[in-house]
């Protein structure tokens, strides 16, 4: 009966046994031990349902700062490029250095430059008062080789052939004799007289310049006009020389405007240089 | 949305208006823009973790752009002004970085 009691009870004993391990093995696996504290999840947020209002104005708060951040940038964006403040000492040390050559460099260029320029300037200088020399060469050199015409302070002088035939050699006297007094410019006949002319003799007269001139003659002659008149005048002169010996009827008239307007082209020299 | 509208306002008003920086603030602006950029990265991240909140956006732009400044303005005074710039920065990009790789995971699933 015992033993039979005792058979009857074993199984629930060991049955109580097993459940009661079972609980302490539950509890022993528990991992919630303090050492590896179990992290739950975050419930998702609800949602808080805010006032229409806060709403709005959070949302303009957000807009206003990320405004603001955008100006920021792009201010620091500008404001970067000319900054020095953010370079390092080497770099700071290594732009000085390059600044400074370059400074140099300008400097010398600059003193260049001044020097070409003064050089230009004076040479300008030079170039003027050649040009104002050559005008005024031109001026009194064009009169005296015929190439203006000329007008001034003169006489008028008047051969007339009467009975015998004037040589070219008293015509060249004649000349030479107003040369002398000082004939600044002379037209014979509307031939402009130059160094080069020359007066020929010819069967119907006298040429000159290879134009044959006929009487009477008339010759113009710019210049001192008393002088010239006494040249021409002067006691055994060449006006009492063609009056005598031609029989020509010599008269000078002073004039106040005599016009020359008889001009000669230049001619061109072959083996003549100027010096420069 | 917002937060898109406003940056290119600001930007664009930033580049028409080109406002001279006063020379008080010129060592602080950088700071500050970089700070703001991380706040702004985080609330991105929080965004994509649903959990964004206007008001906390709000205070931590405030409190990101106050903090990073002062902290210059001190290393100013007590003269490491430039290390602690530095220091800023490379905290403010480190978080920049992983703000930036947290969002690319909620992006990309990885």
């Not at chain 1, 058979?7 to 609980?23: D, G, T, V």
């Not at chain 2, 906390?56 to 405030?62: A, E, H, K, Q, T």
């Not at chain 2, 290390?83 to 909620?106: D, E, P, W, Y």
Request: aromatic content about 6%.
């Amino acid at each position: 009966m015992r033993r039979g009691h005792g058979h009857e009870h074993r199984q629930p004993r060991a049955f109580n046994r097993l459940w009661h391990q079972e609980m302490a093995d539950e509890i022993n696996d528990d991992l919630s031990t303090g050492m590896f504290p179990q992290v739950k999840k975050k419930p998702a947020k609800t949602v808080r349902h805010e006032s229409r209002r806060g709403r709005i104005l959070s949302t303009i708060l957000v807009i206003v700062l990320c405004a603001l951040l955008g100006f920021g940038y792009a201010t620091q964006l500008r404001n970067s490029q000319s900054s020095y403040a953010t370079l390092s000492e080497d770099e700071l040390v290594r732009l000085l250095d390059e600044t400074s050559t370059q400074i140099d460099s300008l400097e010398q260029q600059k003193t260049q430059l001044s020097e070409q320029l003064k050089s230009i300037k004076s040479a300008a200088d030079k170039q003027k008062e050649v040009e104002r020399i050559a005008k005024e060469n031109e001026e009194s050199s064009g009169i005296l080789s015929g190439r203006l015409a000329a007008q001034g302070k003169g006489v008028v002088i008047t051969v007339g052939q009467r009975e015998s035939h004037i040589p070219a050699s008293m015509m060249f006297t004649l000349i030479e004799e107003l040369r002398n007094a000082g004939a600044e410019a002379m037209e014979f006949n509307g031939v402009r007289v130059v160094t080069s002319t020359a007066f020929v003799d010819t069967q119907s007269g006298v040429s000159c310049d290879g134009r044959s001139l006929t009487p009477p003659y008339t010759i113009k002659v710019i210049g001192d006009p008393s002088a010239l008149q006494n040249a021409v005048q002067i006691a055994g002169g060449v006006g009492s020389q063609l009056r005598v010996k031609h029989g020509a009827a010599v008269s000078v008239v002073q004039s106040d405007s005599v016009q020359i307007d008889a001009v000669r082209q230049p001619s061109d020299y072959k083996y003549a240089k100027t010096v420069e | 949305m917002p937060a898109i509208i406003g940056l290119i306002v600001g930007v664009v008003v930033g580049i028409f208006i080109k406002p001279d920086v006063p020379v008080a603030l010129q060592p602080y602006l950088p700071i500050m823009v970089v700070a703001a950029i991380d706040a702004l990265l985080g609330s991105a991240r929080a965004y994509f973790e649903r959990s964004f909140s206007d008001r906390v956006f709000v205070i931590s732009f405030l409190s990101n752009v106050v903090t990073a400044a002062l902290l210059v303005f001190l290393g100013d005074q007590l003269g490491v002004g430039s290390q602690l710039t530095t220091a800023v920065i490379v905290v403010l990009g480190i978080r920049i970085f992983s703000n930036v790789s947290a969002i690319r995971r909620f992006i990309f699933r990885g």
